[in-house]
């Protein structure tokens, strides 16, 4: 790139500022017609004309102050445009190639206008390669919006599937149980405690058992990661059970010489329940034999 | 990245810690950020500025609207031209304090922000800045 | 000096904390509540938090201080109504409060502490609550 002067280089995003304003009308027309074949009619002419519009003008007023960098303050309403544009587009189902059509379309009515009135070769080329730079940073800078929305979407999805896949059972009045599946990462440890301690608040509990049958390995992360959750629950006023411990997870423990503090622990989630009902001033009794199979109605209650 | 938004407040007292909570708060809830990631931002900032006041001897705080693109965030920088911290690897553990604290506001801090920087040089002072995104 | 009320209600103190403290209030909480205790021989506390929306290792500090203290005197703090993103904030921050016993709300922190003061010569009186400053009356003896 060859060096310019401060002068040189406000004269070249000058021209660009003296067309826009001068043949908008025309440049929109161009503009419309390269772009047309874009889009499969999804958006109709008159809104394309006004998005085009309006468009135009937000760009003619960023280079009329004499701005030739997208990452300039005087460009703002021009990326604000476009962030909201590369957005609906990504929604309606458009490819970021398609979206940044939208700004390199321009390229070629403005270069035929600045043809037009160029002095010499030598201007011409300097007017044309400011206005590529910028338009091409203009186009990329589409393309990133439109992968950061579409990368929005893949997060808000994550963090469904992780909110789904951490359900809260309410096992009796002030009881609830956390069965959790998979490895508990950081991410997931956060969802969870979220999703326990609103569940501890909605239903008064006043025990959790986290049963971690599902989780495959304990190591000393996940132990501080399920150590976090317990204490979140233990500041609101929730006692924790873990339960679940298979004999391999046990030795894990053991030998890594993991801490899980006072937390009580239970191989099984019966013995967790039993325990949990018991901690809570209540038992279960038989009252009655169990009816034979096929015999209308068991008659016993708990 | 883009800073839409700036604002810098005192940092001398008590009662300023409390309106740059309010402030930091108020921020927050402006970019977006969700009930947790609010709690976290303010708590890291109300720890960052009791340390401003009792061992910076008082400073300033700048607060940042952020934006990466579609991403939006709030980023505080806590400077003083006080003491300067001598080892901060030691500083940034947890439970280490000169003072009565408990020793966590630094080390805490950053497990409560998604970027934390920190500059500090003996007798010259301390900048330290945390960012939260949305 | 703006002070955080302390009601009484038998031998318990009900603080609820609803302002955004700054460090220097949270400190006079803690020298008031100390002196209550004291002067009136309370046997529970409640500290009720639950409009609080920040708890910083300062006002964590205060809570676990208040706890000990109030232990020493011979009686039993409960803290109620953290919100769920404090606490989450709370263990992020590496703050477990050990020694601060906790309960879901009022309701159930009342029933802790009178199951904790049980068997006390005094069952704790459900009569008409007081407010009074810390300047205090004095006109009850100590126990």
Redesign the interface.
Known sequence: MTERTPSARADGVAPLARIIEQHRDELLTEWLAAQGRVGRGAINSSELRRQGGEFLGLLGAAVASGADSVDDRAFTPVRSFLDDLSRARAQQGFSPSETATFVFALKGPLFDHLRRGATDAGALASQVWTATELFDALGLYTTEVHQRGREEVIQRQQRDMLELSTPVVTLWDGVLALPMIGTLDSARTQVVMETLLQRIVDTGADIAIIDITGVPTVDTLTAQHLLKTVTAARLMGAECIISGIRPQIAQTIVHLGVDLGNVTTKASLADAFRLALQRTGRTVARVAAPAAPGAPGLGGRA | MNVPRREVMPVRGDGDVVLVRQAVRAWAVAQGLGLVDQTKIVTAASELARNTVEYGGGGTVCLEAVENGARKGLRLTFEDQGPGIPDLALALTDGYTTGKGMGLGLSGSKRLVNEFDIWSEVGKGTRVTVTRWK | MERIPILRMGRLLLVTIQV?????LAMTLQDDLTARISAEGARGVLLDISSL??????I??MLSNIAAMARVLDAETVV?G?Q??????????????PGVR????VE??MALLQALTRGDDDAPATGAAEVASAEGDGERPAA
């Open positions: 955004d403290m700054h460090d220097r929306e920040i708890v910083d290792s300062f964590g500090r109620v953290m769920p993103a404090v606490a989450i904030t709370l263990v992020e921050l590496g703050l477990a409060l906790t309960a879901l709300n159930k922190g």
